[in-house]
């Protein structure tokens, strides 16, 4: 069974102190890694995209990491509207390609 | 380009009842999931249908159904409304073999 693991849960920062969220996951052959944000009662709007271990990429102050294990999600000198929930979900390959979610982290940046 | 749309986005009703709610998928996109999430919680699989025909089933039990139409619209049904279904309910589409999934904005159903 696939398995996504968000840590930390929360997450309170000062604008402009840089920190990064951790997406540990279990999966029989990783077709893609998806990361997303969340704003408070509205739907997961998509970030990014990653497939294989090595692989990296960039939106404005965030960027993403993939390893064999794990994913990465790094905010550099965050600002108060990266406030939200970013999630986490991973698409197996040979199957449903149905993504399994993590329960995300809460991020609250302080001005 | 419109992404997808869900209606109604706020709903209230009472343990016992029933209710249907909407989506309209991304264009260009022919396979539509629904997921639950409750407050706290990341979403949870409900049923994935593509081709009008349910492909995919989360762990959830027969009060909750769903219908696909042939322009790709989608429905989920949800009979004897318990306190517990109260949630977000998101709808997502993509293609069939496509990569990530397209997020509407939910619908908030509230269980009193």
């Known amino acids: 069974e696939d398995q996504v693991t968000q840590s930390p849960e929360a997450l309170r920062l000062q604008e402009g102190e840089s920190s990064s969220l951790n997406c540990s996951y279990t999966v029989s052959g990783l077709r893609g890694l998806f990361w997303y944000r969340q704003d408070p009662g509205k739907g997961p709007e998509f970030l990014f995209t990653?497939?294989?271990a090595g692989e990296e990429k960039e939106k404005e102050r965030l960027k993403a990491t993939l390893t064999k294990k794990e994913s990465f999600l790094h905010i550099t000198a965050p600002k108060p509207e990266d406030s939200a929930t970013y999630l986490c979900?991973?698409?197996?390959?040979?199957?449903?390609?149905?993504?399994?979610f993590g329960r995300g982290t809460s991020l609250i940046v302080h001005p | 380009d419109a992404g997808v749309t869900q209606s109604p986005t706020h709903l209230i009703k009472t343990r016992g009842q029933q209710v249907t709610l909407r989506c309209s998928p991304k264009?260009?996109?022919?396979?539509v999931s629904w997921y639950q999430q409750a407050l706290g919680q990341g979403p949870q699989f409900i049923f994935q249908?593509?081709?009008?025909?349910?492909?995919q089933r989360g762990n959830f039990p027969d009060r909750f159904s769903g219908h696909q139409f042939p322009n790709y619209s989608s429905e989920l049904n949800v009979n004897a409304l318990l306190l517990g279904d109260s949630a977000l309910y998101l709808c997502?589409?993509?293609?069939?073999?496509?990569?990530?999934?397209?997020f509407g904005s939910g619908t908030r159903l509230t269980v009193v």
């Open positions: 249908y593509y081709e009008e025909e349910e492909r």
């Open positions: 264009s260009g996109h022919d396979t």
């Open positions: 990653l497939y294989s």
């Open positions: 979900a991973v698409q197996a390959r040979g199957g449903s390609y149905i993504p399994t």
């Open positions: 997502a589409s993509s293609r069939m073999e496509g990569y990530g999934y397209t």
